[in-house]
Nanobody, 119 residues
Framework: QVQVAESGGGLVQAGGSLRLTCRASGNTYSTNAIGWYRQAPGKQRELVAVISRGEGTTYSDSVKGRFGISRDGSKNTVYLQMNSLKPEYTAVYYC?????????????WGQGTQVTVSS
């Protein structure tokens, strides 16, 4: 089992910045990738950014150049630095941990953290 906890959300004005933190604990030895997703009211959950076990990163087109995903040395904490925020980025942001399939696999989500960007 893996426990996932997000923090760092809040209310910010358009153009401002926030940094979200995702902490994974438990059986994280087989973590394959950790990603951030978001879900706005009435919309489907969508990928924002993901960092792989090999430190490769992927971003959605809507946040490229504005957001940066990184992880600390322990590899169990991942950050999402969000700059130049727009009102349309308002959503609940979720952290997702995917485990290596050949080692049993698993897909774990946190409870989410609300990000609200005011115009």
């Amino acid at each position: 089992q893996v426990q996932v906890a997000e923090s760092g959300g809040g209310l910010v004005q358009a153009g401002g910045s926030l940094r979200l933190t995702c902490r994974a604990s438990g059986n994280t030895y087989s973590t394959n990738a950790i990603g951030w997703y978001r879900q706005a009211p009435g919309k489907q959950r969508e990928l924002v950014a993901v960092i792989s076990r090999g430190e490769g990163t992927t971003y959605s087109d809507s946040v490229k150049g504005r957001f940066g995903i990184s992880r600390d040395g322990s590899k169990n904490t991942v950050y999402l630095q969000m700059n130049s925020l727009k009102p349309e980025y308002t959503a609940v942001y979720y952290c997702n941990v995917k485990l290596i399939p050949r080692l049993g696999g698993g897909d774990y989500w946190g409870q989410g953290t609300q990000v609200t960007v005011s115009s």
